[in-house]
């Protein structure tokens, strides 16, 4: 398992993927807005979304945990 983490303190703008979706390394999850900006979250590596833990337009921390994947 592994936990996708924000890399910057913004707003989630988009969630890209759903629960039990298969992704590969490079996939973008979400999308991050940050001093209108966009930026995206991405995987780092081939697995499947066990758990989407952030909603769209919920302001996130760096560090803060978006998708979980196993």
């Known amino acids: 398992m ?4 924000a890399h910057i303190t913004g707003t989630v703008w988009k969630i890209e993927v759903k629960e039990g979706q298969r992704i ?3 996939d973008t999850l979400v999308i991050l807005e940050s001093m209108k900006m966009e930026m995206p979250v991405e995987s780092t590596e081939d697995g499947v979304v066990k758990e989407i833990r952030c909603k769209e337009s919920q ?6 945990v978006l ?3 196993g």
């Open 2 to 5: 592994a936990d996708v983490a």
């Open 24 to 26: 590969s390394a490079g």
């Open 59 to 64: 302001p996130v921390n760096e560090g803060d």
């Open 67 to 69: 998708v979980v994947l």
